[in-house]
């Protein structure tokens, strides 16, 4: 890592970097509609970021296996928690920072799907919307119809600026359903973690995950992580402390697994490990660009994205001018004809079934209700 202000910024855009973090100071809100230097811009939307959720779709589909309430709740953190490394430290490890995401278009869409191999007992579909431009809000599904394990859900971000670093908090939820042998459905209502951007001042900023969130099972289980970075638990980055709850009437003690959610961790009680990151993950496939159709990410954003991979910054800047002209020229026509935008798969409601009935349940620190909320319109659509 960096030791020098500035050290990982190109000398030509040194100026421009200083200029976007003065323009941070007394932030708060999207950060995604600021202008950063080239030097920190990804090729990739944000509307592919939901496919970190099924990166080891074995572990999705695993989670239907479970034989009781207590090894399903278990199997859906340890998903949940081998989740967290794709989401929160993979642009470090494959463009060497964390980098400005493209901030996705209302309609934007991406399709995506993890093949059904052997053992895994089904296909693992993704599909993404761009529900909301201002703010920016993307929702998602992801299913593995055959299994039963079904996940849908919705983000935004609130920023501000604290100390140095970034403060992003997690504007959404996520809802996965398990289809049990009997027929019934379980519920899962996951809360998302706050998120601190730290190495601004160097150039080469980095996720720290921060506070708590929730999983809350409509069994009753709950689990609750607590995340911090080095000096804490264990004195490493993106440590966790895990407690998993069983619902009251059971009185039985909680299981408490602690690690690194990067790398590994353990169930303290028995002392094996609970999660292990370190072999490779499993990429999304995704349709070529030419047979994706107008509002696919990809091909929506191909010619920026190959501006900004090439660092040909002058032809990115043209054709990101060009994507946001048209969408402002579509959102005064529909002013003008009194019409309104219609979402593919997704549908606004104002208040989210799950989140009211398993919010309450967990009454000691319940997550504020977050005001957005998308309904999937299911598998066929
Ligand atoms: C904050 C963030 C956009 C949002 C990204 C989210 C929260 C999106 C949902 C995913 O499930 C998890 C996730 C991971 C990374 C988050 C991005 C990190 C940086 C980006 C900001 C809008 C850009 C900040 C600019 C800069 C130069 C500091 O990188």
Redesign the pocket.
């Known amino acids: 890592m960096s030791e020098q202000p500035g050290e990982a910024v190109p000398a030509a855009q040194k100026g421009s970097w200083a200029s976007f973090l003065k323009s941070l100071a007394g932030f708060t809100g999207d950060?995604?509609s600021m202008t950063?230097p080239p030097f920190?811009l990804s090729p990739t939307s944000?509307t592919e970021?939901?496919a970190?959720w099924c990166e080891r779709p074995e572990l999705f589909a695993k989670i239907a296996d479970g034989k009781s309430e207590e090894e399903r709740a278990l199997a859906v953190l340890k998903w949940f928690i081998s989740t967290l490394k794709g989401?929160?430290t993979s642009r470090n490890e494959s463009m060497g920072s964390?980098?400005?995401?493209l901030n996705p278009v209302l309609g934007e869409l991406f399709y995506g799907y993890w093949p059904d191999t052997a053992g895994r007992g089904g296909k693992t579909t993704l599909v993404v919307e761009q529900v909301s431009h201002h703010p920016p809000i993307t929702a998602y599904r992801i299913a593995n119809e055959a299994k039963g394990v079904v996940l849908t859900g919705h983000?935004a971000?609130k920023t501000s600026f604290s100390g140095g670093s970034?403060i992003?908090k997690?504007v959404g939820h996520a809802v996965l359903t398990v289809r049990l042998p009997s027929g019934d459905v379980e519920e899962y209502l996951i809360t998302l973690p706050r998120?601190r951007?730290d190495g601004?001042w160097y150039g080469s900023?980095y996720?720290e995950l921060t506070d708590t969130s929730y999983i809350q099972s409509s069994s009753g289980w709950l689990s609750q992580i607590e995340y911090k970075g080095k000096g804490y638990f264990s004195g490493k980055s993106h440590s966790f402390k895990a407690t998993v709850t069983p619902p009251p009437h059971l009185h039985r003690q909680p299981h408490v697994i602690e690690g690194t959610w990067h790398t590994t961790s353990r169930d303290t009680r028995i002392g094996a490990v609970f999660h292990d990151v370190t072999a490779p993950k499993e990429e999304v496939t995704v349709a070529p660009i030419t047979e994706q159709g107008e509002w696919e990410s990809r091909r929506l954003w191909s010619v920026v994205a190959k501006g900004i991979r090439e660092g040909d910054f002058e032809t990115a800047a043209k054709d990101k001018s060009r994507i946001e002209n048209e969408q402002r020229q579509r959102r005064r026509d529909e002013g003008a004809a009194g019409t309104k935008w219609e979402l593919k798969h997704f549908r606004h409601i104002e208040n989210c079934p799950v989140y009211e009935r398993l919010g309450r349940l967990f009454s000691a620190n319940p997550p504020t209700e977050d005001g957005y909320v998308y309904l999937n319109n299911g598998p066929h659509a």
């Open positions: 950060l995604s950063a920190i944000l970021f939901p970190y989401q929160y964390e980098k400005k995401p983000n971000q970034i992003v997690q998120l951007i601004l900023p996720i």
